[in-house]
């Protein structure tokens, strides 16, 4: 197999420099990685064998390189001055997302940066909003000159919501209609056929009995996206044939920015923990208050920062009074400027019982920040014990013991976090949408 088809691009930010890295899956991500980043850490273009002879103190094979190079040069992987950048061709197709809202939640933030980052590939990308009623990222992709197509349905869909997205996918001439969620992935399936794409953004067992029962019985031979291979092996057998893996990266430029902004952690006398999620069950806050409760029974001295909105908002306040733990939490209201809290807290933990994968872990190992997780969707896949501690759902005690370990400990945070930021190559957006754009190209072929 060529090289380049094992390619994922990757864009990311270090320091004040842009950086333009194409990874591979194989022994030539190293060798082609170090290339890209010579090419452009040198802020000039660079021809193939400029940068093959750049390669020759590393030791690499130059005929090699060339090779492969010239590989990807061929597939529009790398663009150097031998070939500079232009208009792909076959990023010319015509997408439709289709979400149920556009709140600020974590599937809901995946559409946006989707829609937006393949807008700026020249992909033609429309958004399709079920639930009109729900759209406070709206603003984002109108800024990012997305057309948006409200429909009159309602988070059960229903028959006006169902009517006008099917009049949409007729009248649209879409190469992909691409269902956010299970309801949306049926749907695409129903009204696109064999031009649709679903990503199911939950853990298969999260999903409500009827979503399962849907998406199992119709979508058997539709393309589906896990957003982690946790979350994939969890799929009955039946959708796992079909379903990649194509986890969610996050915007690495503007986590620099976030980090940049980030006020010194000394103006604190306290070591802050921020936690990210809705109010509902799922999140287990529960847990998570019960574990600062026991930490700050045994001294430590810790803050809790919870941002997120949801249906047991009220029952979580009441939680705090009765655990005593009122003065040193603070529940906040969720924003789209989300990543300046993560950048400048101390600790993040993450406490839910269910995830497919949590957009706001991703976050926070690409700005830095030391985390405490619950073993759930891609936590395992991301967390290890040089980035941050474990836990097992629904253990206070374990959760707690892990916040007061860290809290006890800066170096050792000021260790997790520097290497969390290293994670960051594999992190970035970019390499999810190129996934995205492979599997489009498949399903239009």
Known sequence: MPTYERATRIVWRQGADRVLVARLDGDDAELVGVAALL???????????????????????????TTTLQEMLEADLLHTADRPQGPDPRDGQRILLVVKGLDLGGAERVVTDLATHLAGRGVEVEVA?????????????????IVVHPLPGSDRVGLRGTLALRRLVRAGSYDVVHGHGPVPTVLARLLAGP?????????WG?????????????CGGTRLIAVSATARDAMPRRLRRNAVVIPHGVD????????????????????????VASHRREKNYANLLRAVAIADGRGANVRLRAIGEGPRL?????????????????????????????????????????????????????????????????????????VGVLVPTGDAEALAEAIC???????????????????????????DVAAH????????A
């Open 39 to 65: 090419w452009v850490a040198l802020d000039e273009p660079r021809t193939v064998d400029a940068l093959a002879h750049d390669l020759a103190e590393f030791g690499v094979d130059r005929e090699a390189v």
């Open 129 to 145: 909003v079920i639930n009109s009623q729900r759209v406070a990222l709206l603003p984002v992709l109108q800024a990012a000159g």
């Open 195 to 203: 031009r649709a794409v679903g990503t199911i953004h939950s853990m």
């Open 206 to 218: 999260a999903l409500r009995r009827p979503s399962r029962w849907a998406v199992t019985a119709l």
């Open 252 to 275: 690495l430029a503007a986590v620099d920015e976030a980090v940049a902004a980030a006020p010194p952690a000394t103006t604190r006398d306290h070591v802050e923990l921020l936690t």
């Open 314 to 386: 009220e029952a979580h306040r009441s939680l705090a009074h009765e655990l005593g733990i009122a003065p040193i939490v603070a529940f906040e209201a969720p924003r789209p400027d989300v990543l300046r809290d993560i950048a400048a807290t101390d600790i993040f933990v993450l406490a839910s019982d269910s995830e497919g994968q949590p957009i706001v872990l991703t976050e926070a190992l690409a700005c830095g920040r030391p985390v405490v997780a619950t073993t759930v969707g891609r936590a395992p896949e991301l967390v290890t014990a040089e």
């Open 405 to 431: 370990a860290l809290a006890a400990d800066p170096a050792r945070r000021a260790a997790m976090g520097h290497s969390a930021r290293e994670m960051a190559l594999r992190l970035s957006v970019e390499g």
């Open 437 to 444: 754009l492979t599997l489009y190209r498949e399903i239009s």
